[in-house]
Every structure is written in C-alpha cells, then in structure tokens.
Nanobody, 112 residues
Framework: QVQLVESGGGLVQAGGSLRLSCAAS????????VAWFRQAPGKEREFVAS????????SYAQSVKGRFTISRDNAKSTVSLQMNKLKPEDTAIYYC?????WGQGTQVTVSS
C-alpha cells in the first residue's frame, strides 16, 4: 500500500498554468506506474495522464495532449503534472493514482 498526497491545485484564469504534485510514501514508489485522473462535478472520474516506473513512457488523454506534461522523480517519490493553456473544461478534482491507491485529490478551477 502507498499513501499519496496531492498539492498544487487552485484557481487560475483560462490560458494560465498550474503544476500539481503528488508525494508518495509506503511501498517502493519506483516499481510502479503512476497516473493522474480527474473528476468534474456530475461526471465520472476520467484518465488524464500516466507514466511508467522508469518515467520513460507517458500517455495522455486526447483532451490534454500537448498541454499537460506528466513527470516523476523516483529519488523523491514524487510525480508532477504540469498543466499549461488551461481551459474552463479542465476544472475538476485531480487525483493521483498508483495501483489500487488514490490520493485525496486537489481542486483545480479554471475561470473563463
């Protein structure tokens, strides 16, 4: 089991940027892939981005491709999500995920 704690959410205007971070503790972080998901009000949780254990391969939802960048630092047991050119439709609670473990989420609100 791993404990995941997200940070970095907030309120930003459309076109702006935010950087989310997820700090992990517990099992060996570097052995598992990590993903970000998000859930907007009234909608189901959806995949945003993922990164492999080594950090060498990343995947993105089509809606964020070219705007968001996921990265990890295995030495610090952290994963980040750099979000640029934010849109109002990016407003959601963003969750860090590794295996069956989830963080508590961090709110991102993009105003138009």
């Amino acid at each position: 089991q791993v404990q995941l704690v997200e940070s970095g959410g907030g309120l930003v205007q459309a076109g702006g940027s935010l950087r989310l971070s997820c700090a992990a503790s517990g099992r060996t972080f570097r052995d598992y892939g990590v993903a970000w998901f998000r859930q907007a009000p009234g909608k189901e949780r959806e995949f945003v981005a993922s990164v492999t254990p080594s950090g060498g391969i990343t995947s993105y939802a089509q809606s964020v491709k070219g705007r968001f960048t996921i990265s990890r630092d295995n030495a610090k047991s952290t994963v980040s999500l750099q979000m640029n050119k934010l849109k109002p439709e990016d407003t959601a609670i963003y969750y860090c995920n590794q295996g069956n473990d989830w963080g508590q989420g961090t709110q991102v609100t993009v105003s138009s």
